[in-house]
């Protein structure tokens, strides 16, 4: 069977990270998250990280060539060799651009853009809740996905926390972000032929379903 390359767009508090474990658990993919992998940098305090912080505490993109590098470097590992799951990169037409040029370089190709919609407030509604491990970064949510212990995280048991940037003003900012240089990537991947589109204010388990047939559906066509 073929591989399967896989982009995770939408706004902040659509839900990609929370498809993507579901995604990652029903395929054996690497989840890669630009946001994780910032924050890991940070956490770690290497000079990327901390410059990078400056950017995502005020709710502003990294610049692309940090993240191009980073994400270029990743998909290289032995793990994403035969597919992967990205999460929050691309973020920018040049981010996309440099992403087709090397999967072009190795004959790869994207199997699909899975675009999760959801209005603004809902998103800034999502992300008040929102609870993160400490450890691996697995997402919850205080009313609408709560864990089974309240603060731990059922996968691995660490403690949950509330991102930095997950304050409103901050939370407000990252949305304009997104309408201003993300929202441009959907016209770009729409004219590829690559994107489907995902009603992301269902619940978490309906989408994923819906994003399981848009798969299958997928498989089968290029199995033909
Ligand atoms: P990043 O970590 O990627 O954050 P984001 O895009 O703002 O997205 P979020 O992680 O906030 O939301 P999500 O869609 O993953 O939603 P989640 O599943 O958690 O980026 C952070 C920062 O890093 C950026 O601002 C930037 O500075 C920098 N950065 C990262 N990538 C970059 C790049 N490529 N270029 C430049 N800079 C970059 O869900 C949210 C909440 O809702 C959770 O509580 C969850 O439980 C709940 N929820 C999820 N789905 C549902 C549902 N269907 N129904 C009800 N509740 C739900
Ligand atoms: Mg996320």
């Known amino acids: 069977m073929s591989?399967?390359?896989l982009i995770l767009l939408g706004p902040p508090g659509?839900?990609?990270g929370t498809q993507a474990t579901l995604l990652t658990e029903d395929f054996g993919l690497p989840h890669v998250s630009t946001g994780d992998m910032l924050r890991a940098a940070r956490d770690a305090g290497s000079e990327l990280g901390l410059a990078a912080k400056e950017y995502m505490d005020k709710g502003e993109l990294v610049p692309d060539a940090v993240v191009i590098g980073l994400i270029l470097e990743r998909l290289a590992d032995d793990d994403a060799r035969d597919g992967f799951l990205l999460d929050?990169?691309?973020r920018t037409i040049e981010q996309a651009g440099a992403l087709g040029q090397q999967l072009e370089g190795h004959e790869?190709?994207?199997t699909a853009v899975l675009l999760l919609e959801a209005p603004d407030e809902l998103v800034v509604q999502r992300i008040s809740g929102r609870r993160i491990c400490r450890k691996e970064g697995h997402v919850y949510h205080v009313d609408f996905d709560p864990p089974k212990h309240p603060g731990h995280c059922d996968i691995d048991g660490s403690e949950l926390e509330?991102?930095?940037?997950?304050?409103?003003?901050?939370?407000?900012?990252?949305l304009d972000v997104y309408h201003a240089q993300t929202e441009p990537l959907i016209a770009y991947y729409e004219e590829r032929g690559l994107l489907r589109r995902f009603d992301g204010t269902r619940s978490p388990r309906q989408v994923h379903e819906r994003i399981r047939a848009t798969l299958a559906t997928l498989r089968l066509e290029e199995d033909l």
């Open 3 to 5: 591989e399967l390359n």
């Open 162 to 174: 509330q991102r930095d940037d997950d304050r409103e003003d901050t939370v407000r900012n990252r």
């Open 14 to 16: 659509a839900g990609k």
């Open 108 to 110: 790869r190709r994207l």
């Open 88 to 90: 929050g990169f691309p």
